[in-house]
Structure formats: C-alpha cells, structure tokens
C-alpha cells in the first residue's frame, strides 16, 4: 500500500470515527433530556405534596376555605400573614414551572395540566386580592400568564369532585 492510499484510509477512518463520536453525543444528550424531564416532573410532586402539606395544620385550612369567597380585607392581619405566605409560596412554585415550560425543559401538555391546576386556585376571592397586592413582586412574564388565567377562570370549582 503506497503513502497516499494510506493517508486516504486514515482520513476515512477518522471520518466513521467522527460521525460514530456524534452519534454517541446526540443518543447521551437525548438521554439527558429525559433525565431532566423526569427530575422536573418529580420536582412538582415534591412542590405539590409540599404545597398540600400545608393545608394539613386545621386553622389553615380553614382560613384557605374562607378566601374562595372572601377577599383579604375580611381577614385579621395574623390570618392575612398566614394565607400569604401560603400563596407566595403556591405562585413562586408556579413561576419556576413557568421557567422551566419557557426553557422546554418538559412536554407541552405537562404545563398545559399543570396550570389547569393553577387556575383552579386563581379562582380564589382571596388570591386575586393577594395577586392585586403582590403581582408586582413578579417577573413580567410570568404576571401575564397569571393575569390570563385568572381572567379564563378555573377549569372546574376547586372543591367539586366529577360526577
């Protein structure tokens, strides 16, 4: 075999080899990809369970039956506090769903779902009050989205189980 044949093969073979390194990195991407749409979907349980573990102390559950149909002026400043915090940390949990969805790190209708769920607790007197006092410690963004759905409404009463 002369020199030229040979640096002919070489180049051929490290051409297969590039292509073949290339392959392997879009099958490891494709599986990273996954991986963080499973972490990502875990990551709403967690905030989810977290978010329904609140409601296991009485007295909040209590004060968040009274905010379906009550706004936050009805409220004593100690259960005002109580109820804010509880829904600055229900619409923070949201708007890193939010970040996420605009960064496509899952699938179009696991945030279609998620805000479904979402806008079932808008539908809250108490929350669009705390929305009205509070939206403006939020990026601008995600303020629209949350305006938007307050104003479609909920996609079934919060408390109402299907027949």
């Known amino acids: 075999m002369t020199l030229e044949q040979l640096y002919f093969l070489a180049g051929i073979?490290?051409?297969?080899?590039?292509?073949?390194?290339?392959?392997?990195?879009g099958f490891q991407l494709r599986h990273s990809a996954n991986q963080q749409r499973i972490a990502t979907a875990v990551s709403y349980y967690d905030f989810f369970r977290d978010h329904m573990k609140t409601l296991e102390e009485a007295s909040l559950v209590d004060l968040f039956l009274l905010g379906l149909e009550r706004g936050p002026e009805t409220f004593e400043p100690a259960e005002r506090t109580?109820?804010?915090?509880?829904?600055?940390?229900?619409?923070?949990?949201?708007?890193?769903?939010?970040?996420?969805?605009?960064?496509k790190?899952?699938?179009?209708?696991?945030?279609?779902?998620?805000?479904?769920?979402?806008?079932?607790?808008?539908?809250?007197?108490?929350?669009?009050?705390?929305?009205?006092?509070?939206r403006h410690h939020f990026p601008p963004g995600f303020r629209k989205l949350v305006d938007e759905l307050i104003e479609a409404g909920?996609?079934?009463?919060?408390?109402?189980?299907a027949s």
Do not use: C
């Open 82 to 103: 109580k109820l804010n915090v509880f829904y600055t940390m229900l619409t923070r949990g949201y708007q890193v769903m939010h970040y996420q969805a605009r960064k």
């Open 154 to 161: 909920p996609t079934a009463p919060l408390l109402e189980m």
């Open 105 to 134: 790190v899952f699938e179009e209708d696991f945030w279609h779902h998620t805000q479904n769920h979402f806008r079932d607790h808008l539908a809250s007197k108490y929350y669009q009050g705390f929305w009205k006092a509070r």
């Open 13 to 25: 073979v490290s051409s297969v080899a590039v292509i073949a390194s290339l392959v392997f990195v």
